[in-house]
């Protein structure tokens, strides 16, 4: 019989964040895996802290093996913005899996730009098979 894996997590902190997952809060976990509330703060917080080191890693990783990675400062108009990306992504002879709609709509639902001018700092990363993510810069580095 194999041993069940949590990833990085211990079988605790997995448990605590299921339970969050659950809606519980910290009280109600507690007294579920019979352990002091601020034991479970120390699970949550240790736990959430791998969550961004595995963030961070990945996008790290991404990065060493992507064709293209940029950085489109503020007050550019967004309407400008996905033909910034075809513009770059066509200098190094990459055909994009997106066209400026589904650009402008990862702009407006995944990064979260709500403004007609981006308001933060976003970075680009093209990949050499044409897929590309735009994430919020200042999200990248943070552990």
């Known amino acids: 019989m194999s041993k069940r894996t949590f990833g990085f997590f211990t079988e605790k902190e997995y448990s605590v964040l299921r339970l969050r997952a659950q809606g519980l809060t910290q009280r109600e976990i507690a007294q579920i895996l019979g352990v002091s509330r601020t034991t479970v703060s120390i699970l949550e917080r240790a736990a959430l802290r791998k969550v961004k080191l595995a963030e961070k890693t990945l996008n790290i990783y991404r990065e060493l093996y992507s064709r293209l990675t940029f950085t489109i400062k503020p007050g550019v108009k967004l309407a400008e913005i996905p033909v910034i990306i075809l513009r770059k992504a066509d200098e190094v002879n990459i055909k994009l899996k997106g066209d400026f709609t589904y650009i402008y709509s990862q702009l407006r639902y995944k990064v979260g730009v709500k403004r007609s001018v981006l308001d933060r700092e976003i ?21």
Not at 123 to 139: H, P
């Open 123 to 143: 970075k680009v990363i093209i990949y050499r098979d044409g897929s590309f993510e735009i994430l919020q810069a200042e999200s990248l580095y943070t552990a």
